[in-house]
């Protein structure tokens, strides 16, 4: 089964407009973290926000928050006023507290600013 | 440095050469991770370092691959006998411990076996 998914291969929004990128995950362990990263067509990833399992309130950084619905096992980022730097692919990534530091990344989503 | 090195930038090499690929990572970072990331595809992980040992290797997808690092700094990434599968972008990135933290990339190497 896959532990991240992003359902959402591409998206079209206009600019100023909210837009909300879904991302599910599937674990076990009671104790994980959750992670966005932006990707533009440059190639670098860059870290967006971080939202703990145990976190009681949902992450938010600048018009980046994250809607976390533990039971529902759902993470969907939320950028507010959207912007045409926006564009770009977007990952979300979950790392589990089983001791392996690896991030486990979904297969993404490409942001589209329309101006 | 001011960010996480990779080098070189882009390598293309022919089919069964061996190539090394450099990560030099934020002065003071213990954590170091490789990703692998196939054209459109998400980032597969590769190995992640603590310091100069590797904990977790079982992303490594073959006996072909392996990786070092040294002075708990700077890591190379070796791939033997390249095949044409093996093309991608390699990432490193680096975190200053381990634990739920951003963790920050490189830009990677865009390796093209031909």
């Known amino acids: 089964a896959q532990k991240i998914t992003q359902t959402q291969p591409g998206m079209f929004v206009q600019e100023k407009e909210a837009v909300t990128l879904d991302c599910t995950y599937d674990t076990s362990d009671p104790s994980y973290g959750l992670f966005w990263y932006k990707q533009p067509s440059s190639g670098e990833m860059i870290f967006l926000i971080y939202?703990?399992?145990?976190?009681?309130q949902n992450a938010t950084e600048g018009r980046y928050s994250l809607n976390f619905q533990k039971a529902r096992k759902s993470a969907n980022l939320v950028i507010s006023a959207s912007q045409l730097g926006d564009s770009a692919m977007y990952f979300c990534?979950?790392?589990?507290?089983?001791?392996?530091?690896?991030?486990?990344f979904g297969t993404g989503t490409r942001l589209t600013i329309i101006p | 440095g001011a960010g996480v090195s990779q080098s070189p930038s882009n390598k293309v090499t022919e089919k069964g050469k061996d190539v090394e690929l450099r990560c030099d990572p934020i002065s003071g970072h213990t954590a170091l991770y490789w990703y692998r990331q196939s054209l459109g595809q998400g980032l597969e992980f590769l190995i992640y370092?603590?310091?100069?040992?590797?904990?977790?290797k079982s992303g490594l997808p073959s006996d072909r691959f392996s990786a070092e690092r040294t002075g708990g700094s700077v890591s190379t990434l070796t791939i033997q006998r390249t095949q044409q599968e093996d093309s991608a972008v390699y990432l490193c990135a680096s975190s200053l411990q381990t634990g739920p933290y951003g963790y920050t990339f490189g830009s990677g190497t865009r390796l093209t076996v031909v």
């Open positions: 370092f603590q310091g100069n040992s590797a904990p977790d």
């Open positions: 939202q703990g399992s145990y976190d009681q």
């Open positions: 990534a979950m790392r589990e507290s089983d001791g392996n530091e690896k991030l486990t």
